[in-house]
T-cell receptor, first 112, second 116 residues
Framework: NAGVTQTPKFQVLKTGQSMTLQCAQD?????MYWYRQDPGMGLRLIYY???????DKGEVPNGYNVSRLNKREFSLRLESAAPSQTSVYFC???????????FGPGTRLTVT | AQSVAQPEDQVNVAEGNPLTVKCTYS??????LFWYVQYPNRGLQFLLK??????LVKGSYGFEAEFNKSQTSFHLKKPSALVSDSALYFC??????????????FGTGTKLQVIP
């Protein structure tokens, strides 16, 4: 099992550019999540998908969109990148509410 | 609103000594509680969780945590620290409710430094 995979690992964007962060899990988990991690702020939820075909906003959704393409894949799109979106982005998945989350290795994004 | 507090940004402990990383929480109803560890340039890894039952939970790498309902705390402990335990530790809480999405709230993290 690969677990949760994310691409790319690193990305540098100019302000206004767009990009999509990809996430896939091979554990047949129902729920998938996108977080951003900033120093001193812990993890903040951007969007989540409780099951295939559904997505909902988290704490900090502005400037982002998501697609739950199928049960395995959950992508995060930045339509017009801003310097405030410089962060490390983590995808996670879990089977049920009582279960732990499994995290991907992260994408380090810099917007200049 | 639910919340998690990790009052120490950094904890320093000598190798071989016991360690404690503190966590207190606020949630409506009974909680699910989790500890995760993050090594540099890696994603978070699950250490242990409390759902119901015994207040002392044992997890990976010799770590354990004690759930204290009256103090709303879930402190992470290890009897003898290793240099390899040096990492960033996150506490997380989710409400124990049935049905629907249950939000997970993470603390801001505590950096553990084990000194040889």
């Amino acid at each position: 099992n690969a677990g949760v995979t994310q691409t790319p690992k690193f990305q540098v964007l100019k302000t206004g550019q767009s990009m999509t962060l990809q996430c896939a899990q091979d554990m047949n988990h129902n729920s998938m999540y996108w977080y951003r991690q900033d120093p001193g702020m812990g993890l903040r939820l951007i969007y989540y998908s409780a099951s295939e075909g559904t997505t909902d906003k988290g704490e900090v959704p502005n400037g982002y969109n998501v697609s739950r393409l199928n049960k395995r894949e959950f992508s995060l799109r930045l339509e017009s990148a801003a310097p405030s979106q410089t962060s490390v982005y983590f995808c996670a998945s879990r089977r049920e509410t009582a279960d732990e989350q499994y995290f991907g290795p992260g994408t380090r994004l810099t917007v200049t | 609103a639910q919340s998690v507090a990790q009052p120490e940004d950094q904890v320093n402990v000598a190798e071989g000594n016991p360690l404690t990383v503190k966590c207190t929480y606020s949630v409506s109803g009974n909680p699910y509680l989790f500890w995760y560890v993050q090594y540099p340039n890696r994603g978070l890894q699950f250490l242990l969780k409390y759902i119901t039952g015994d207040n002392l939970v044992k997890g990976s790498y010799g770590f354990e945590a004690e759930f204290n309902k009256s103090q709303t705390s879930f402190h992470l402990k290890k009897p003898s620290a290793l240099v390899s335990d040096s990492a960033l530790y996150f506490c997380a809480v989710s409400p124990l409710n049935s049905g629907g999405y249950q939000k997970v709230t993470f603390g801001t993290g505590t950096k553990l430094q084990v000194i040889p």
